[in-house]
């Protein structure tokens, strides 16, 4: 009983320290307006890199969001990493509608480089050198007009070198409306709201769906190549930067841009799970101190309620134990208050989005497991890793 005792004190302090943390982050708003659309920026100030794989199913409203940007947009230059599925062939219609549209080929990927990074790399190479800005969109974004112009201005407004946004999510199935906020909840856990202008490396955030990066300032830095055996390159592309002195910030949108991530549980499961943990040259140590208050403050508090509760009137009358029943309740109250808050993150999400806090302690465990699995592969390659990851 003193065994019990002792851990459910060691137990509840830890939460308590997790959750001081986690709420402090909460609690730290957004310090900037979202990004909308309006804005008038010079012509030509944006080239925008789309790094593609086998995309032919996807990437059509992708193009046509970026087709519907104005002038601000100087060139779209789509970087396929040898495509099978007849991507080349999509980008080439696309072009021949709007000359802005380059199709660029980054096959063969040098050894010593993961795919999207050597592909975001080759497009910066290719760029206008006429374009202050580069902009990187996923080909599962979905841009509505204004959205470049919106960034540039925001970016300028509030002097970042970088700038990347929450994307709106399209979610669908039982299942994947279960797992996807669980996983969107860790980041809010480990890094707050969006809105915020980050000024030393602990609190960056970034999304490569969609990022601005001042071009002169990422060739200072090294270009892409910082990020070539990184599993989260959006992350420490925007490290290196503020590392270098620069200022990196995460908003949201009017509703400007959107995503479709995963059609499948299983796909979120196996790829999300591997970038989550954010671990890098730049966070040896303290991604492993985020992914323990995620697990204490996100993933215990259901399994720790019903393991207390079913221990019997004995053990609940312990002080002690009621003590650490009082927090962990306080804790998933926290938790349905954080649901409620990123529900405006989803466009239309299924009925188990309300159900995401049961996949808590699952989504910690993958976590854990991912940041500790020394071979990763994404989409059938194997990703580089060393002193860049």
């Known amino acids: 009983m003193r065994r019990w005792h002792a851990g459910v004190v060691l137990l509840g302090l830890l939460q308590a320290a997790a959750a001081s943390r986690v709420i402090r982050r909460l609690r730290a708003g957004p310090c900037g307006p979202s990004i909308s659309a309006g804005a008038r920026i010079q012509p030509g100030a944006v080239s925008v890199v789309v790094p593609v794989l086998n995309e032919a199913l996807r990437l059509e409203p992708c193009l046509e969001g970026l087709l519907a940007q104005d002038a601000t947009v100087r060139e779209i230059l ?3 990493g040898g495509s099978e599925d007849g991507t080349e062939g999509l980008v080439r219609a696309v072009a021949h509608r709007d000359p802005r549209v380059r199709l660029l080929d980054s096959a063969p990927i040098p050894p010593d480089w993961n795919g999207k990074a050597w592909g975001l790399e080759v497009g910066r190479r290719a760029a206008s050198a006429a374009s202050p800005w580069l902009l ?3 080909a599962d974004v979905r841009p509505r007009a204004g959205l ?11 002097r970042v070198v970088t700038a990347s946004v929450a994307t709106v999510q399209d979610v669908s199935g039982p299942a994947l409306g279960l797992l996807h906020p669980a996983c969107l909840t860790t980041l809010v856990y480990r890094l707050g709201r969006p809105g915020r202008v980050a000024r030393y490396r602990g609190e960056v955030q970034a999304n490569g769906q969609c990022q601005l990066l001042d071009r002169e300032a990422l060739r200072a830095a090294g270009g892409f190549g910082v990020a070539r055996a990184s599993r989260c390159e959006d992350v420490t592309i925007a490290r290196t930067l503020v590392v270098s002195g620069g200022l990196a910030a995460f ?16 796909e979120a499961w196996n790829g999300w799970t591997r970038s989550l943990p954010l671990r890098d040259r730049y966070t040896p140590w303290s991604s492993l101190v985020g992914l323990a208050e995620v697990t204490l403050a996100q993933g215990l508090p259901l399994p720790l309620l019903a393991l207390l509760l079913g221990r019997g ?12 029943v009082a927090l962990n309740v306080l804790l998933l109250v926290l938790r349905v208050g954080v649901l409620v808050g990123i529900r405006r993150a989803y466009s239309a999400p299924p009925w188990t989005f309300w159900l995401a806090p049961l996949a808590d302690f699952p989504v910690a465990l993958r976590l854990w497991a991912s940041i500790l699995k020394r071979r990763h592969t994404w989409r059938g390659r194997p990703l580089v890793t060393g002193v860049h990851s």
């Open 78 to 80: 789509v970087v396929d």
């Open 136 to 138: 990187t969109i996923d």
């Open 148 to 158: 470049a112009a919106g960034l540039v201005a925001r970016a300028l407004a509030d």
């Open 251 to 266: 908003y949201e949108t009017d509703g400007l841009v959107s995503v479709r991530m995963y059609d499948r549980w299983h």
């Open 313 to 324: 009137p004995g053990a609940r009358g312990d002080t002690a134990c009621r003590l650490l």
